[in-house]
């Protein structure tokens, strides 16, 4: 028997197979595009492995209360076609004898960075991906931490350089963090690509004061012990330590932390968190059975 790991992705969705030892025996990227495309694609995949259980983090919101109706699907997403899909009952049905164990995408990566990346030996973590959007997942004492819902960090309000007069990406709020901060924005401000800016263009600064001051909200309100950020935006090697300084500007030393380079990382697992944390789910979920 095996378990398997699903990132789903707006863009793409990771699936890998592993065996009970978390020893991966197969990967494979599959497009998001219809529902019942990718989902075909999906249990095409993962047919010839009998699995255990399945962990999936998943583009969202998404419904994880289990006394809800809407377990296990896609809330308000903006990816066309996705909305209100029942993901996990798409799945149950497909595998009734595998456990699904279903959350963020962000919460797997932090939960994969707390295991085996960044927070190793920690007991709690928050992860936060800056790329197409922003968003943080959030491990506290060894566990997911959701409640009505699950944080949505990406979407909390900044409050505004006295220079920064752009409108924001947002479709809901146009000027919460994502909208003012996600890799979007630095085309909407700039009218060029994040991967082609160069390192000394200004709009770097703002960058880094709204992910800065997206940390210091963080660390006041939840204090967990490391904070990781990941995501196709900070492949800008310069734009960690801009972050860090933005951090200890605005935080004014009020609230004491570890050192900024231990307290605040890149992710040790690039592009592998949630995967990671995917499959780490499903394998604990076996070994409480
Ligand atoms: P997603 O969030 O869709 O999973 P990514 O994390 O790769 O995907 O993020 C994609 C975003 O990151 C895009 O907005 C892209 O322009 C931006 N991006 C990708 N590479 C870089 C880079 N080297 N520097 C700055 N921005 C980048
Ligand atoms: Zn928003």
Redesign the pocket.
């Known amino acids: 028997m095996y378990i398997g790991g699903i990132e789903a ?3 793409k969705m990771i699936c890998a197979v592993a065996d009970e030892a978390m020893m991966v025996v197969d990967q494979i990227s599959i497009p998001t595009t219809t529902p019942t495309e990718t989902l075909t694609a999906i249990f095409d995949f993962f047919a010839p492995y009998p699995m255990k259980a399945v962990g999936v983090g998943s583009f969202g919101p998404i419904g994880i209360d289990p006394q809800q109706a809407n377990y296990g699907h896609i809330l308000a997403t903006p990816k066309a076609g996705w909305q209100q899909i029942d993901l996990v009952g798409a799945l149950s049905s497909q595998w009734p004898d595998t456990a699904i164990i279903w959350t963020t995408d962000v919460n797997a990566a932090a939960y994969g960075e707390l295991r085996l990346g960044a927070a190793q030996g920690k007991n709690s973590c928050v992860y936060m ?1 800056v ?3 922003i968003g943080a997942g959030v491990v506290r004492e060894g566990a997911l931490f959701q409640g009505i819902g699950h944080p949505e960090i990406g979407h909390t309000f900044v409050k505004r350089h006295p220079e920064d007069h752009y409108q924001g990406t947002c479709p809901y709020h146009h000027d919460c963090l994502e909208g003012l901060a996600a ?2 924005s ?1 085309e909407g401000r700039t009218g060029i ?3 082609d800016l160069p390192a000394d263009h200004a709009v770097w600064d703002l960058q880094a004061f709204y992910i800065g001051q997206a940390l210091v909200n963080i660390t006041l309100t939840l204090a967990p012990e490391k904070i990781i950020i990941g ?3 900070m ?2 090697p310069h734009l960690l330590t801009k972050i860090k300084d933005a951090f200890v500007q605005q935080m004014a030393g009020y609230m004491e932390t570890p050192p900024v380079d231990d307290y605040i990382a890149a992710w040790a697992l690039p592009n592998q968190s949630g995967i990671t944390g995917c499959l780490l789910l499903a394998q604990e979920k076996v070994g409480q059975k």
């Open positions: 992705g707006g863009t991906t790329g197409t959007g890799g979007p630095l690509k994040g991967q995501g196709g935006v492949n800008q």
